[in-house]
């Protein structure tokens, strides 16, 4: 499965990720300071769960309608790195296939899934 982490996203979730046999492509590593929109169509292009903590793009998906292969939001404000990665890990491991074509969100106390 590939995902596209977005700058909000916590380096520590990234690289256990990688370490669980996920390939995640960081925004951070490759362009920096995009834009939302250019975020959500290379996640589109790369046929890409996106991974992100910015409600803007429930924004974008739920009023504006924009096309998305999976977004997965992270609500974790609060918990430490290591914690935020340990919860992102278990839930993916659970969950991954559940994610795609869908707007997830993962919290510390509830993964929501809508199709």
């Known amino acids: ?25 960081y925004i951070t590593e490759m362009s920096p300071s995009i834009t939302d929109d250019v975020v959500l169509q290379q996640a589109n292009d790369q046929q890409s769960l996106l991974l992100t903590a ?15 292969t999976g977004i997965v939001l992270l609500r ?9 990665a340990d919860l992102v890990s278990k839930v993916f491991d659970a969950h991954a296939s559940e994610f795609v074509g869908a707007f997830s969100v993962i919290a510390p106390s509830i993964v929501r899934i809508r199709h």
């Open 1 to 25: 499965m590939n995902l596209l982490a977005d700058e909000s996203v916590d380096k520590a979730i990234v690289v256990r990720l990688r370490q669980d046999g996920y390939n995640v492509l």
């Open 76 to 84: 974790l404000a609060g918990l430490t790195t290591i914690t935020k």
């Open 54 to 68: 910015d409600k803007d793009f429930g924004e974008m998906v739920y009023r504006q309608g924009l096309v998305h």
